[in-house]
């Protein structure tokens, strides 16, 4: 079977690196994936030696209003931009002449990029592939609604299936996307898509290794954690009553060089600031904290470390998404939350001091297995559809 995956992202790492999970996953049950990467390429995102990449003139956000599209010089994006882009997807499809086609995100979003999807969906669905939606399990609440009913139509006439990377025990979909009763038929859910863990935790000498009893502070990317990382150096400066362990700061691919060096300029005695890590789930399961915002990735990390946490959830502009997600946990018990409106080093410590105060995380019985579950539904469609058109 052959799958062609289309993926965009625009601000932070997240989308890729959910992206890439799937991929692997689509690979692992011997399908011929075919990416068509639309963002900047991402160090440390690895889709996997079987997938073949095709990287496409990327694009990104200039800020986090997502009001501006940059090519890859910095320039805004332009219709010869756009009809490069489309020329390309459309080749691409050409060749691979896919038994399925995955969108990541659309029509939920992405919605500046119709002008290669909306073509692309449609010389799908002419050559008989089965078409479907990638979405997570939370959306940014739109505020037009002429905008959901464009949503709708859209799913309604091109895809085939929604697949939310979700589980409804924690929140259904219909929670943040109140059409969802309209499209029941076609949506299913994976389950989360979550990193493989591994390790007992302990370095490769069986002693302690990094992060053993530390406070991990992680921004994603990095490219809107900036003032979350000087939060947390504030913090550490003060060192909370009860919390005088090793303090590690973790600076994502999007944060500027000259900024890493000045916070590690600034860090006390007893504080690392390094790039982000390859091994950061492994670092979550030594942690005694983790600090983070309240991405889909960074918190499935912190459910399956089992680690105490406070997440800063992004929430800027028109963002909803992972304040959603953090709220949801933290009526559980699982987490504190401290908003990134009021966010300084006197209410970050207070949320410190309130994660460390409670008790023991417990365990949410999750579904787990997103990439699997992914590979399996698309696996049984293309059966389903070939054997119906013999």
Not at 116 to 127: D, N, Q, S, V
Not at 157 to 170: A, C, I, K
Not at 262 to 279: H, I, Q, S
């Amino acid at each position: 079977m052959r799958v062609l995956f289309h993926v965009q992202h625009l601000l932070g790492i997240g989308h890729d690196r959910r992206a890439a999970l799937i991929t692997r996953g689509l690979a692992e049950a011997g399908v011929a994936v075919t990416v068509l990467r639309g963002g900047h390429p991402v160090p440390g995102i690895d889709y996997g030696p079987a997938a073949e990449i095709v990287q496409l003139p990327p694009a990104r956000a200039a800020d986090s209003s997502f009001k501006t599209l940059l090519d890859e010089h910095d320039r805004p994006i332009d219709d010869a931009w756009r009809a490069r882009r489309r020329a390309a997807v459309l080749e691409t499809h050409d060749r691979v002449r896919p038994d399925a086609l995955l969108v990541e995100s659309f029509p939920f979003g992405r919605r500046a990029f119709r002008f290669e999807l909306l073509p692309l969906l449609e010389t799908a669905k002419a050559g008989g592939a089965v078409t479907a939606a990638s979405v997570r399990d939370i959306l940014v609440t739109k505020a037009k609604p002429e905008r959901l009913e464009e949503t709708v139509s859209t799913v309604e006439r091109l895809f085939d299936h929604v697949l939310v990377h979700g589980d409804p025990e924690l929140i259904p979909f219909a929670a943040t996307f109140p059409a969802a009763a309209r499209i029941a038929d076609r949506i299913r859910y994976t389950g989360y898509v979550a990193a493989p863990q591994g390790g007992d935790g302990k370095g490769a000498d069986g002693k302690n290794a990094d992060g053993d009893g530390e406070v991990i502070v992680s921004v994603g990317g990095g490219a809107v954690g900036l003032p979350l990382l000087r939060a947390a150096l504030a913090v550490r400066a003060s060192t909370p009553a009860g919390l005088d362990a090793p303090w590690r700061l973790l600076a994502g691919p999007d944060v500027p060089e000259a900024d890493v060096r000045a916070l590690a300029a600034a860090a006390p005695p007893g504080t690392v600031v390094e790039r982000a890590r390859p091994d950061f789930p492994a670092l979550l399961r030594r942690c005694r904290l983790s600090i983070s915002q309240a991405g889909y990735n960074t918190v499935l990390d912190v459910l399956q470390a089992g680690c105490r946490a406070v997440v800063v959830p992004f929430a800027a502009g028109s963002e909803t998404e992972q304040a959603t997600r953090a709220r949801l946990l933290e009526k559980r018990g699982r987490l504190a939350v401290v908003d990134e409106a009021t966010l300084t080093a006197d209410t970050l410590a207070a949320g410190v001091a309130r994660a460390l105060a409670l008790p023991p995380p417990p365990p949410i019985p999750l579904r787990l297995d997103g990439a699997a579950a992914t590979a399996r539904l698309l696996l049984d469609a293309v059966a389903y559809r070939q054997g119906n058109s013999r």
